[in-house]
């Protein structure tokens, strides 16, 4: 059997086709079609206000596309709603913090659990798991609110894996992080995928880390798809440079 490149392995996990989002008279996304593969970690990158996040809304079932397609895992998914989709276990993380802020640590990851574990000892098993993956385990009693910037972000991270996904979709999760709390998000990207084997879509406008750490992106002007590839073919291609530097200040 011929050698799969590394790239192009596992079946298509989610698929949109031909994706449209109005609002009134703009359009933020405009017939875009795309795969997210099983084992990938896929980036979607573009200037601000390209229709990233509305990508987001669309395929976790926040809101309804006004035309085009979703499936996922063979199932149409186009009309179904947020519980729904990320019961069949597409979870994402919003690009503002979305924690309740007066529960502590423990118990914001403990909520992500209910659906799927049913004993008290699972959940606060799966709970310690993830705070430990995401370097929270010292701080669990803390109130969410409380927590430095970097951690909340984490804390965000843990809640999305506590509820075991199968895809993982994260929008913007470097925002606001320093330094040392860059590289180690991404080696936790990387570990969630290599060794938790969850595919993840990335939206983030840390170029370097998106190169670094994306085997394939998708890159979205107006709401357009305008280039996907490779981070080498996306960061070699003509249309990409342009819109970039178009929308430099
Ligand atoms: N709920 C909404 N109502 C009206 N316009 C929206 C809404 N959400 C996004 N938009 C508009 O859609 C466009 C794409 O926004 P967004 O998807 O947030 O872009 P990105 O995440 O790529 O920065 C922007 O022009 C934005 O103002
Ligand atoms: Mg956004």
Request: charged share 20%.
């Amino acid at each position: 059997m011929e050698a799969l490149s590394n790239k192009n392995k596992g079946k298509v996990l989610l698929r949109a086709e031909g994706l449209e989002r109005k609002f009134g008279g703009l359009t933020a996304v405009a017939d875009f079609s795309f795969e997210l593969r099983e084992g990938e970690i896929l980036g979607l990158i573009g200037p601000n206000g390209a229709g990233k996040s509305t990508t987001f809304n669309l395929i976790s079932g926040f809101m309804p596309p006004t035309s085009g397609s979703l499936s996922f895992l063979d199932q149409n998914i186009t009309s179904k709603n947020a519980t729904h989709i990320s019961r069949m276990g597409l979870i994402r993380t919003f690009q503002h913090e979305s924690l309740l802020s007066e529960m502590s640590v423990a118990d914001n990851i403990i909520i992500a659990t209910t659906h799927r574990l049913k004993s008290q000892a699972a959940r606060l098993e799966k709970m310690q798991e993830t705070a430990k993956l995401t370097g929270l385990e010292d701080h669990l009693e803390v109130m969410a609110g409380s927590l430095p910037h970097g951690l909340q972000r984490m804390l965000s991270i843990a809640i999305a894996l506590a509820a075991e996904p199968k895809v993982l979709c994260l929008d913007e999760p470097l925002t606001g992080l320093q330094g040392a709390e860059v590289g180690a998000a991404l080696d936790l990207f990387e570990m969630i995928r290599s060794e938790l084997g969850i595919t993840i879509l990335l939206v983030e406008h840390n170029m370097r880390a998106v190169m670094r750490i994306c085997d394939r992106i998708l890159v979205l002007n107006h709401g357009r798809l305008l280039a996907a590839g490779t981070p080498e073919e996306v960061s070699q291609n003509q249309l990409v440079i342009e819109a970039y530097l178009g929308h430099k200040k």
